[in-house]
């Protein structure tokens, strides 16, 4: 039988009763398996320069608060002294945050961020040094509120990916999804290297080593030029905060914000309770995993529905499981138990969080995209204070068992925002977004 020339051509032979046909031709790509979400996210060009910089720059987010506590406790003896400085600066931080936001959409992330974090690296440096050599009380807030001109990092990364898939919403939902697992991998991570540094060395490791990644973390970042969107220097959009659709989803994060400053001072003041003080940063941390592996997941699914139509069910699956750790703790009284429960409650975080901040990127007006970010970062820093102290109140006056009533009511209340406020609205105050859902 004559033999094929080509390796393309197919063999034919016959075996008994059966025709056998047998391709010798190469495989082709189309071939192999599909690549998954992320790999396919980090495949487009640049993206995993400016990811790996910006890493590095949002891990000593995590680390500041810790770091300052623990470095002005330690030299003066007063956690009061210290909670008053880290607030000020919280307080600066919700001021000073949109004013850099709106310089960064107006003339560029390098032009903007690198000269905004040099400022704040400075602050951070002369508070170092105002502890290190014992001066006055003033001088610390003084030092801690210049710290607020440290741009919304975060919020710069969303900003690239959202101008990097601009038409692509599915991809777009994995970006903001790794980016709220990364949110989640940073602030798990950097309170618990600020306290190793700041114990093993001396106080001021933590702050000396936060300014340094935070500096060389931006240059990285700022240099990947190629990936940076461009710059609108004269908007006509109006201002995020009165477009529509923005005031309701900024009532979300508020309430959002609550459910995580209120579970932090509550675990922290059970585990203090049961004689577990030193166990308390790890209970918290498993809250963290929790979120981070909910949020990679949740990435790598195509949700069903418009991220309008999602988020009050992301906000009642928060509500319910946040009953976990009142009744871990109500019940059981077991930290081990508690810690557990805090672990599953948060896999609700991270894909409420992922839809909150796909909305603010689709209601926030073209040009200043930066800006709305920030606006939703600063009400979950608003929320992180309220809910601190009402968290601190119940604790104080009822009992930390209680106090995780406290989270739960929190989530409630965004999901009755939530419900009340957001649906009204449309899809999008941005003409460039896909109105797809996603």
Not at 10 to 20: E, G, I, K, N, S
Not at 170 to 181: I, K, R, V
Not at 238 to 261: D, I, S, W
Request: with cysteine; glycine share 10%.
């Amino acid at each position: 039988m004559p033999q094929p020339t080509s390796r393309d051509t197919p063999l034919f032979t016959v075996t008994a009763d059966t025709l056998v046909v047998v391709d010798f031709a190469p495989r082709t790509p189309g071939r192999r398996r599909a690549k998954g979400p992320y790999r396919r996210l980090f495949a487009l060009p640049g993206a995993r320069a400016f990811t790996a910089g910006n890493l590095i720059a949002r891990l000593p987010m995590g680390m500041f608060g810790v770091s300052a506590v623990i470095m002005i406790a330690g030299t003066r003896g007063s956690y009061a002294l210290a909670g008053a400085v880290t607030a000020t600066g919280l307080a600066a931080t919700a001021v000073v945050a949109p004013w850099t936001a709106r310089l960064v959409d107006r003339y560029g992330q390098a032009r903007t961020a690198l000269p905004a974090t040099v400022f704040a690296v400075l602050g951070s440096l002369a508070l170092l040094l105002c502890v290190r050599h014992d001066a006055p009380d003033w001088a610390l807030f003084a030092c801690y509120a210049a710290t607020a001109t440290t741009p919304n990092t975060g919020g710069m990364s969303r900003a690239r990916w959202a101008h990097l898939l601009k038409g692509s919403p599915g991809a777009l939902h994995t970006a903001n999804s790794f980016e709220q697992a990364a949110d989640e991998l940073c602030f798990m991570l950097g309170p618990v290297l600020a306290a190793f540094l700041c114990t093993a060395f001396f106080p001021e490791a933590g702050t000396l080593a936060g300014a340094v990644l935070l500096l060389t973390g931006v240059l990285l970042f700022t240099a990947q030029r190629s990936t940076e969107p461009p710059v609108v220097r004269r908007s006509t959009a109006r201002a995020p905060l009165r477009a529509p659709g923005m005031r309701p989803l900024l009532l979300v994060c508020l309430a959002t914000g609550a459910v995580f400053g209120s579970m932090e001072v509550v675990t922290l003041a059970f585990a203090d309770e049961r004689g577990h003080r030193a166990a308390s940063g790890a209970v918290l941390a498993l809250q963290a995993a929790g979120s981070c592996a909910a949020g990679l997941l949740y990435g790598a699914t195509r949700p069903a529905g418009s991220a309008r139509a999602r988020l009050p069910w992301c906000l009642a699956a928060m509500t319910a499981l946040m009953t976990l750790p009142l009744l871990a703790a109500g019940l059981t009284g077991s930290l081990p138990v508690l810690a557990a429960a805090l672990l599953v409650a948060g896999m609700a975080t991270a894909p409420t969080m992922v839809t909150t901040m796909t909305l603010v990127q689709r209601y926030t007006p073209e040009g200043r995209l930066n800006e709305g970010m920030t606006l939703a970062v600063t009400g979950l820093l608003a929320g992180i204070a309220c809910g601190s102290a009402a968290g601190g109140w119940t604790v104080e006056h009822v009992s930390a068992t209680a106090g995780y009533g406290v989270p739960v009511a929190a989530a409630a209340a965004a999901l009755l925002a939530a419900v009340c406020a957001l649906v009204p609205f449309g899809p999008s105050n941005r003409s460039t977004d896909s109105r797809a859902p996603h």
